[in-house]
């Protein structure tokens, strides 16, 4: 959403977004900066910290003012289709419904039915659009909440130890565009 403001104010700065989830050496791919998803055991050295992760559950307004299906508490989930996120390189991490059901107090619940993506913001679009309720991950999602695409209908959040990195290139501490 910031992206618009930083290009218009360095018309000069060369911006290339890759979104992949495969580390690479930023000095030999001539990148500047990198944000890294990291467990605490992986920060990479010279990284500095951008901001953590909370997990709350997250719907459409829509889909939260259906009374036939309430989301009053945990256990009212069993009505609603959960959306996942799923790649093959994940691992079993705090980040999905297990744990956060188990965190809430419904550790055997039966959703409705599940719908399994592999990129997070499929994950996002699908609960915008009402098809479930996804486990949101803030702060990636506060603008949405904010601007009312998405609600969170319950108050718990489990906190996260993974986090999100600044990485700089050897290399980029000479330019003045890159702080």
Known sequence: PRLRRFTSG??????????????????????????????????????????????????????????SKPLKAGRDLRHHTLIH???????????????????????????????HFTQYDQVAQAAIAGQGVALGRLPLLNDLIRTGALVAPFAKQVSGTRGYMVLRSASAGKKAHVT
């Open 10 to 67: 360095h018309p000069d700065v060369d911006v290339r977004i890759s979104a992949t989830n495969t580390n690479i050496n930023l000095d030999r791919s001539n990148v500047d900066l990198a944000i890294r998803y990291c467990t605490p055991e992986s920060v990479p050295p010279g990284s500095k910290p951008l901001f953590g992760e909370d997990i709350t559950p997250v719907c459409s307004p829509a889909l939260l003012r259906d009374k």
């Open 85 to 115: 996120l799923d790649y093959p390189a994940m691992e079993k991490t705090w980040f999905d419904w297990d744990t956060w059901l188990t965190s809430f107090g419904v550790p055997d619940l039966k959703p409705a039915a599940a719908i």
